[in-house]
Nanobody, 124 residues
Framework: SQLVESGGGLVQSGESLRLSCTASGFTLGHYAIGWFRQGPGKEREGVSCVSTSESTVYADSVKGRFTTGRDNAKNTGYLQMSSLKPEDTANYFC???????????????????RGQGTTVTVSS
């Protein structure tokens, strides 16, 4: 079983990126999908979560700019990021969770599996 993120890259401030999270070896639809990030020299931060019923929660820092969702038929999740800022620069990883959370201190106990991450760099 694994999760693999894709879609990261280098963009300029104000541009958009779409990250994908693809599961293999298990049914991602049985889990909430949480996105977390860790920037250089920063602590881990919860970004967003989409539940099995497709309700969503976002960190205040990304609310209104990021949209998360899922496609259970494709066993994937996504994070659509718009109006990117230099402070969004980080390694982004997705997680399969037993219940939604964006609390970086809480996700470990809910964690089923996580991906290795994909790097997003936003230049000013």
């Amino acid at each position: 079983s694994q999760l693999v993120e894709s879609g990261g890259g280098l963009v300029q401030s104000g541009e958009s990126l779409r990250l994908s999270c693809t599961a293999s070896g298990f049914t991602l639809g049985h889990y909430a999908i949480g996105w977390f990030r860790q920037g250089p020299g920063k602590e881990r931060e919860g970004v967003s979560c989409v539940s099995t019923s497709e309700s969503t929660v976002y960190a205040d820092s990304v609310k209104g700019r990021f949209t998360t969702g899922r496609d259970n038929a494709k066993n994937t999740g996504y994070l659509q990021m718009s109006s990117l800022k230099p402070e969004d620069t980080a390694n982004y990883f997705c997680t399969a969770l037993r219940g939604c959370t964006i609390d970086p201190g809480d996700f470990q106990r809910r964690l089923e599996i996580r991906g290795q991450g994909t790097t997003v760099t936003v230049s000013s």
